[in-house]
């Protein structure tokens, strides 16, 4: 599967913003997924999280990601729906044992799709996390003001795209000598899965004595630390700060007058038309970078000016 898990820096927008901007809009849309519950305010934030993956070029990526949460979503509404006594209104009834009934509301699978939406926002921000933040550059603005902090996340967002080339390294040269690894015997299986997760082992064990002999020789820990580059903010950075902090400013008003909460039980709330219209403020406001990275490619002349 050809899946793009970790930074690749491709030529757009959105991979020329500042980490810092990047991880204000991944850590804005997290926070606001928790906290809000109307399902047009998180159905907002999925489509500004998604356009901004799609205008990066990740559009397979995010469709892998989502397809990846399917799964549990389906767990989340399963459960929900028949174990979810709350709702008033029957939409499946289901007769079990010695007349034992097994009641699945209406209100309990809106309430499952409401949390779903809420995963795949969560699934989709750290996706964009990954994929459009350098951990080198990230390491080198977050150190100046916490250098063993931002050692262990940048290390963090590291490990997990360098294991899997290693399976994906390891796995082809067994195959190259000859290892089969679809065994329908789970036995077998085992046994020649068994080699790859040994050499994985050895390779994160050596990786981590290089790493530590690096630390070591450049002194680390031991004077102030210093930046080779500097990472400049651009007028695009700043209008996107703008962009970000004002849809803060309209989430917030929509928390405190309630229009992003919503109630699924026991009878689901109606919808006012005053509720949609922060939901697509905000969706407009977050998606701010997709649009400037489309005027980015339509009109080349724009990025000396962001």
Request: aromatic share 14%.
């Amino acid at each position: 599967m050809n899946w793009d898990y970790s930074y690749q820096y491709r030529d757009n927008f959105i991979y020329n913003l500042h980490p810092g901007i990047v991880l204000l809009l991944c850590t804005n849309f997290l926070i606001w997924c928790l906290i809000f519950s109307h399902p047009f305010y998180l159905a907002s934030l999925l489509l500004a999280n998604g356009m901004l993956l799609i205008s990066a070029g990740h559009l397979k990526t995010w469709y892998l990601y989502l397809k990846f949460s399917l799964f549990m979503s389906a767990v989340i509404i399963v459960i929900n729906l028949f174990f979810s006594s709350a709702g008033t209104t029957t939409l499946l009834e289901l007769t079990l044992w010695e007349g034992n009934t097994l009641k699945a509301s209406w209100e309990a699978l809106m309430y499952g799709l409401g949390m779903s939406l809420r995963l795949m926002v969560a699934i989709s921000s750290f996706a964009l996390f990954t994929l459009a933040v350098d951990p080198d550059q990230l390491l080198a603005w977050v150190g100046r003001f916490g250098t063993r902090t931002a050692l262990v996340a940048t290390s963090s967002l590291r490990i997990i795209p360098m294991m899997i080339e290693d399976y994906r390294r390891i796995t082809e040269v067994q195959k190259c000598r000859g290892v089969r690894f679809n065994h329908r015997s789970i036995k077998k299986r085992i046994k020649s899965y068994w080699p790859v997760m040994g050499s994985m082992l050895l390779s994160s064990l050596e990786r981590s004595m290089i790493m530590a002999e690096s630390l070591y020789n450049r002194g680390y820990g031991l004077k102030p630390r210093t930046n080779m580059q500097l990472l400049r903010w651009q007028s695009g950075d700043y209008l996107v700060l703008i962009s970000t902090l004002t849809g803060v400013v309209v989430a917030v008003l929509a928390q405190w007058q309630q229009w992003s909460s919503y109630s699924y039980y026991p009878v689901l709330e109606q919808v006012d038309s005053m509720e949609i219209l922060p939901a697509l403020v905000l969706l407009l406001l977050f998606a701010l970078p997709a649009i400037i990275n489309w005027g980015w490619e339509k009109w080349p002349q724009l990025r000396s000016t962001t």
